[in-house]
């Protein structure tokens, strides 16, 4: 019986077919685009980074005014702690940008350091903040409150420049200084409440309006919070 073989074809591979250059030119361009954002991500945090001690001064000044200012009035052991309060808060964001000089155009470690930071503000608002509870006198006058809470605030916006890491100071800072108005309470009462709640929320604006009106390659995520 004879052997039938049958021969199995070979594949057959076809040539590659080299990459056109549009396709070329697409990768180039958004390899280009991605270097350009973590660029302007970079040079904006080394910014923030660059102004976080001046923010950590300013707190420090407003804080030793007030104290100096309230000192004959204020118990001492609430004017002692209040301060140490604030102190641990300017010591912590002093903690973050030490670290982070060490890096300072490494993306990583500033995205790192805005975290810190943010949440380092936070802390310091409600420290600060608590001052109109502990050593604010009751018979404070409403240029006094304001100054305290929304000018100390607007005075960090001013100088970090950055709605989010602003908004983590003021926030707090505003939202004790308005509620001490009514659970010490001040002589204004409600009225001196209502009028650092406005003049807080005027201030939070401002700051977000001065960020986008600002000249920038571009607003990036910073923290996980949300730039608008």
Partial sequence: MAAILRATPLPVSTPREPETAPSLAR???TRLSQLHDE???TALLANLLGRAPYAAGAIAVAALVTAALVASTAPLDELCTWLVLVAAGIGAASRAYAKA???PFELVTLQGFARDLSATLVYTGFAFGAGSLLVLPQN???LALLAFGAGTSALIGIVLRVRDMAWCFLVPAVTLSASAAILRPFQGGVADMAAM???GAA???AVQVA???AVRPSVPDLAGL???
């Fill in 101 to 103: 000089i060490r890096a």
């Fill in 140 to 142: 404070v006058s409403l």
């Fill in 226 to 228: 949300q730039a608008g």
């Fill in 211 to 213: 960020e986008r009106l």
């Fill in 27 to 29: 990768a180039y361009l």
């Fill in 197 to 199: 709640l406005v003049v």
């Fill in 39 to 41: 660029a302007a991500k």
């Fill in 203 to 205: 201030v939070a604006v």
